[in-house]
């Protein structure tokens, strides 16, 4: 849902949406490496949850999971319905409530 909701507005490149991850992160205490958010973008495209556009050498979108994808860097990714759909229901363990603050009662999940 973290990556999800960053692309939820409008079109956001790798690297934009690495630092608002990061900002996700610190804020709850839960590390997310770039290969996981790239793996988590290829899942969102497979799922028709999101979609990817770019500029020439772009992957194509099934191997945009891949971190070593050549051209991911140069990829834009925007949620689709189905995805804002998923991203405007409710999600009880997302950490931050209505005005991003991190909610007082939200703990680690447990691995």
């Known amino acids: 849902m973290v990556v999800l909701d ?10 934009q949406i690495r630092k608002q991850v990061d900002l996700f992160s610190s804020a709850c205490g839960l590390p997310i490496e770039t290969h996981e958010i790239v793996e988590t973008l ?18 194509p979108a099934d191997e945009i999971g891949s971190p070593d994808a050549p051209g991911v860097d140069d990829a834009y990714f925007r949620v689709t319905e189905k995805g ?4 405007l229901s409710d999600y009880p363990d997302w950490p931050f409530d209505d005005r991003n603050v991190l909610r007082p009662d939200w703990k680690l999940p447990d691995k």
């Open 6 to 15: 960053q692309i939820s507005d409008d079109y956001e490149c790798l690297h």
């Open 42 to 59: 290829g899942d969102l495209i497979a799922h028709g949850l999101a979609k990817a556009e770019g500029i020439d050498g772009m992957p």
């Open 84 to 87: 804002m759909q998923l991203q």
